[in-house]
């Protein structure tokens, strides 16, 4: 992965554009029908959950299968302070749990090698919904919460608030050195430990951090269903569907994984209306095919196809 | 007293059998040809379903299925690993990588399989009657099927490690576990070996199909849990060991029975909390190396 090659000569043009899209993004709803706000609101969702896993799992290849989690308790700290509380604290408060989650299984199992721990977050998430379901079926003797509603263009700006966040977040540790000790992690957890790198606290603390973007949006998209169990909040489709459109966008940009998730939430949009029953099929077949043809995702074709360009003009001056 | 603690022991084994069968194939998967494979419940899903529309369309008795459902699951799991894994492996950069990349794409089988299960067969519970009349067992009652189904278990078990103990190529396949690199450079033909170890996993997983629908309602959704319990068996019982695999299932089988007795509604929580404290204390398993 090609993380260092972040050029700052090319920051203009994409800085306009960003500027654009902000400005655009910001008046939205003003302007737009309330389907496509609502629309836009997943889409930010969605690039919010991959961005927040690319910040520790792109560079470092840790495969986290745990934002189901940060999600879910997000959800669920919504539904259980929801009626008491005003919503910005409700949403901080998904974030804080979330992160303290993280913090847990973070120091627990960072320690696991690839794979085992890729299976321990996945088992996290399906450890919490069956004690929750325990706790709602033998203790409350209730299933599932209603959630306070919120307008639809309340949601959308706090989902907006929250990416921009998240956004300058995941810039600003790609870019300093906290960033480049995760990437020389990802190379050599060992020769990054003997440089000098404290490897399990500076792991556990960038797995948390993410972990809050993901839980303060659980919190606010929560009021979006007005009924939540614990099959809604902890479905293990949200564990999936940032890996999968991390590597689709691919990763070794900073614009990838935004790419792949809006092609992607937009793409569900389109086929869980139209094929209900082949959705999930059509989503196993882009993952296989991406992880076989697209290791470096769209944004590697697109840079493969540019070198190519810029081959075939030193070939032809 | 005695009789309860009798119920729940056997209970346990019962299920504990069938936990090492799946487990000993996902351990053939992940130990040998390094596919977490996150689809295995899938194939034993496959092997269920096709059992039951052999029974209850043609009347075939699902002992006769178990010698179909094998065979297409491992010609499945071979074809599977030849195109699939066998391109990933090669392209990847490194072990790691690949560990990774090939559980995602299995991930993606997982999604590919189940709903295409879920198109033809629906979201319904499916069950038939077979073997179904009880045996008493020291004043515990069980049902005929059950018993068929461990006996079947530790005998496919049984003939599988003579075959990987007495065998040329289950000496290859050792060989393979132990570093498939240098077994390749002693002339084993590794990709063939290595697809042969993920389709004797599918094997397994279809032998167990067959042998879950004698005894347990099925649907379409029931592969995932299957393989988390497979998961939870290998990383008990320590990779690629079949022993390990055995004893893990019954370990597990046994602590299943008594949780449910005690609280139905945690079996599957004690589960994952049981896996998930085993890989913070002892991540190789019992008999890992």
New interface residues.
Partial sequence: MDITKVTSKRLFLPGIIFFFLAVLALFYPLYAPAYYVIQLTAIFMYIVLTMSWVIFSGPT?Y?SLAPAAFFGVGIYTSAVLGKALSLPIVICAGGLVSFCLALLVGA??LR?????F???T???V??IK??L??WE??ITHTRGRFVILVSNNTIYYVMLAILAILLITAYIIRRSKYGLALQSIGEDEEAAAHTGINITALKTVIFAVSAIFIGATGAIMATRWTYIDPYIAFNPLFS?MP??MA?FGGMGQFYGPIIGATIFAYLEEVLITRFP??Y??I??????IS??FL?NGLVGLLQKWRKGDLAKQDENP | MVVKILDVVIAGLLMGGLYALIAMGLSLQYGVARVLNISHGEFMMLGAFITWLLYSAFGVNPLVSLAICGPVAFIIGFLLHRTLFTRLRISSASAGAYEGSSMLAAFGLLFIIQNIALAIWGANVRAYSYLGFGVNLGGALFAANRLVTLGFAVLIGLGFYTFLARTRLGKAIRAAAQDSATAGLMGVNINKVLALCFGFGALMAGFAGTLISMCYPIDANMGLGYTIIAIIVVALGGLGSIPGSFIGGFILGLIGSIVTYIEPGLSLAAYYLLFMLLLIVRPKGILGK
């Fill in positions: 290849g495969i627990l199992t696991l090698r690839g794979i085992y890729a299976i321990f996945f088992g996290l399906e450890l069956q004690l379901l325990y079926i033998n999936f890996v999968l590597i029953y082949y999930m099929l989503f196993g077949l882009i993952l296989i992880i076989l290791p």
